[in-house]
């Protein structure tokens, strides 16, 4: 549906992300990890079948020699809201991303407003926050006053637009709830010290508080990685959640 100030605005809870490129397996960490022993000899394990080596992938990960996690890369293309690319983009080490640019191309009106299971009531301090359910009222409350601003700032947005003004300046009235894109690439070392700060697990020995937005990008990634790398991902699993 369209209008004089261009698309009507469109909301939604989720958030998408898609592995568009790999070149991670568990047998990665294994040569890259003998040639400390077997030098070029080490070429032999590109072929072996990393089930009989897992004890190896357990060690490396328990006793955090991380470098040989480093050789292989993934490529994410990421669909969220640019409060979350902010979080995202705090990780550098290990990572590269490439955004979406509002310079560049006119912003297509896609916002975020919260699922009714996501928590709403903030109590505590810095720290020691906790999250509640909301209630119906709450979530509905909630949701009408993101849609109307963000209705708002997108008619703004597209007057501005009309008007001749660059996308670049006309940007500036758009919220942190606009939905972006990005590819990020990584190798599953970062890949991890993502994860032990952003998913929530019983299993980690750090206590993590991520915000859940980021937190449900994070456990998409988390999926597609493990079906790349399962013994890697035990392992991770295994010893507490801990880049090593």
């Known amino acids: 549906m369209t209008n004089a100030q261009g698309p009507a605005p469109t909301f939604r809870s989720d958030v998408t ?3 568009v490129r790999s070149a991670a397996t568990d047998t990665d960490v294994l040569w890259a990890a003998r040639v400390s022993t077997a030098g070029e000899q080490s070429l032999d394990a590109i072929g072996q079948d990393p089930e009989k080596s897992k ?5 490396l990960m328990r006793d955090r020699h991380g470098t040989p996690f480093e050789h292989n890369s993934m490529t994410f293309f990421i669909s969220a809201p640019i409060f979350v690319f902010r979080e995202f983009h705090r990780h550098r080490t290990g990572w590269s991303y490439n955004e979406e640019s509002g310079r560049y191309r006119e912003l297509q009106p896609v916002f975020y407003v919260p699922a009714e299971e ?6 505590g301090r810095p720290g020691k926050y906790e999250f509640l359910e909301g209630t119906p009222e709450q979530h509905e409350a909630a949701t009408a006053s993101m849609e109307r601003a963000y209705t708002a700032a997108y008619t703004e947005y597209r007057e501005m637009l009309d008007a001749g003004i660059a996308r670049e300046v006309a940007r500036a009235v758009l919220p942190v709830g606009l939905f972006s894109s990005m590819y990020a690439t990584c190798n599953a070392r970062s890949l ?3 994860l032990s700060l952003r998913t929530k ?4 020995k750090m206590p993590t508080f991520p915000q859940r937005e980021i937190e449900m990008v994070a456990e998409q990634m988390e999926q597609l990685w493990a079906g790349l790398m399962p013994l890697t991902h035990a392992a991770f699993s295994e010893h507490g959640r801990l880049a090593p």
Do not use: A, P, S
């Open 17 to 19: 992300v898609e592995l």
């Open 192 to 194: 991890m010290h993502f």
């Open 201 to 204: 697990d019983e299993r980690g």
């Open 55 to 59: 004890g190896l992938i357990n060690f």
């Open 118 to 123: 996501r928590k709403l009531v903030q109590v």
